[in-house]
């Protein structure tokens, strides 16, 4: 399945998100919460966002590509899926808002496709 090959990029990318919290985390000595510390916010809400939106997108593409979803869609959801979210977890970190836009843009169409995608079926 070609949705495997993107999961297992964005896991790659979750785990590096992961430890850079655990990093800001340790070198701060913060155990809870970010104590108002700006640079563990980033990161936190970076890792947070993430895990909002690639599970869901992750479902949405799985489903359309199980259902028959042409190869060539599926590398295009995906691709643009994990571009969305390299460039918005790159914003939040260098605090550069029309990175950020252009990294929501591409993961909010991600969802919208794929859900076009299951809701006209069989017309792709």
């Known amino acids: ?53 690639v599970p869901f997108a992750l479902i949405l593409i799985f489903l359309a590509e199980f259902q028959g979803l042409s190869s060539h869609y599926c590398h295009i959801l995906g691709m643009l899926l994990v571009f969305g979210r390299v460039c918005h977890s790159i914003a939040i970190y260098d605090n550069t808002l029309k990175l950020r836009v252009i990294g929501m843009l591409a993961t909010f169409a991600t969802l919208a496709l794929s859900a076009l995608a299951l809701l006209l079926g069989r017309f792709f």
């Open 1 to 53: 399945m070609i949705i495997s090959f993107y999961a297992a990029v964005l896991a790659f990318m979750y785990i590096y998100l992961s430890i850079n919290v655990v990093k800001v985390r340790k070198s701060n000595q913060i155990s809870l919460g970010t104590d108002d510390n700006p640079q563990l916010l980033r990161a936190t809400r970076a890792h947070g966002n993430f895990i909002e939106y």
